[in-house]
């Protein structure tokens, strides 16, 4: 007849005796020691995989630079379809084909048949130049514009006598830290933003065979 096979405690072959509670307890905690600390790495490389694919996504889809800085405008072209609706000639500078304008367009004055002829010029070094044409515009809508400030100096560029603001020193000028502002016929003309020097030339150059013209080759 076959021996009954013993129901006692299972031995352990380390110890050669069966395993106390407590010793069972320890076992138990051990192994789950040995487990958790196993996860740690397989979970540290999870979590980082999944924030690389984070990172990803917003370089591909959000944070994706558009191929231009800044919204582009074909000044020339506004100009042409803008000027059938006005009497005096409007002025668009002839700037370096790097340059480019954020906006160009006729706003109503500030009384009857008055407007105001606006191109806001982008420089490849983000200066900003805006060309405001106030046209039948007089004193006031000039120092309404640069808030009341008083000139700082004067130039003559190509013929052209303009009046300078150079509030660069100045605390927050924003896009008025450079302004100019001469007369052309009908219109009062002030250049204003944050370029250099060179710059407000450049655009002063272009417009002065123009602003000469309107006011009879002053």
């Given at each position: 007849m076959a021996a009954r096979k013993s129901s006692g405690p299972r031995i352990v072959a380390e110890l050669g005796r069966p395993e106390t509670p407590d010793e069972t307890a320890a076992r138990k905690a051990e192994t789950?020691?040995?487990?958790?600390?196993a996860q740690n790495p397989v979970n540290l490389v999870i979590a980082l995989l999944?924030?690389?694919?984070?990172?990803?996504?917003?370089?591909?889809?959000?944070?994706?630079?558009?191929t231009a800085m800044h919204d582009t405008v074909d000044f020339r072209s506004v100009a042409e379809r803008t000027q059938p609706g006005i009497?005096?000639?409007?002025?668009?500078?002839?700037?370096?084909?790097?340059?480019?304008?954020?906006?160009?367009?006729?706003?109503?004055?500030?009384?009857?048949?008055?407007?105001?002829?606006?191109?806001?010029?982008?420089?490849?070094?983000?200066?900003?130049?805006a060309v405001n044409q106030g046209i039948n515009e007089g004193e006031a809508w000039v120092a309404d514009l640069l808030?009341?400030?008083?000139?700082?100096?004067?130039?003559?560029?190509d013929g052209v006598t303009w009046q300078v603001f150079d509030q660069r020193d100045t605390r927050d000028p924003g896009n008025f830290a450079y302004s100019m502002t001469t007369q052309a016929g009908a219109s009062s003309v002030v250049l204003n933003g944050t370029a250099t020097d060179a710059d407000f030339d450049a655009v002063a150059e272009s417009l002065a065979g123009d602003i000469l013209d309107a006011e009879g080759g002053r």
């Open positions: 789950s020691r040995v487990h958790r600390a999944a924030s690389l694919g984070i990172v990803l996504f917003l370089v591909l889809v959000v944070a994706r630079p558009n009497d005096e000639p409007l002025l668009v500078p002839d700037v370096p084909a790097d340059w480019e304008a954020n906006r160009a367009e006729a706003r109503p004055g500030t009384s009857d048949g008055s407007f105001t002829w606006y191109i806001g010029l982008i420089t490849p070094a983000d200066g900003y130049i808030k009341n400030e008083q000139p700082t100096g004067e130039r003559t560029i």
